[in-house]
C-alpha cells in the first residue's frame, strides 16, 4: 500500500482511496482530496513535517498523519 506519505518531492500520484473515518475523513475531502485527484508533490518541511502539494491548482500543506490516510497509485 502506497501512500501520498510515502512519495517523492518533485512527483505527481493519483489518488486511489481514502481511509479514516467521520470528521477526518471529510477534511480531507472538504480541501478536494477525493479519489481520482491528481497530486504534485512540491516540498517536505526539514524535519519532514508539513508536506506541501498542488491539488486542483492551489497549494495545501498537509501533516504527516492525514497524508498517511491518504491511498496513491
Do not use: H, W
Amino acid at each position: 500500500m502506497s501512500t501520498l506519505k510515502d512519495a517523492r518531492i518533485g512527483s505527481a500520484v493519483t489518488v486511489k482511496k481514502l481511509n479514516g473515518e467521520g470528521a477526518v475523513k471529510r477534511r480531507i475531502m472538504d480541501m478536494g482530496i477525493t479519489k481520482g485527484t491528481e497530486i504534485f508533490v512540491r516540498k517536505v518541511a526539514p524535519l519532514g513535517d508539513p508536506i506541501e502539494v498542488t491539488v486542483r491548482g492551489y497549494e495545501l500543506s498537509l501533516r504527516k498523519a492525514d497524508a498517511e490516510m491518504i491511498e496513491t497509485l
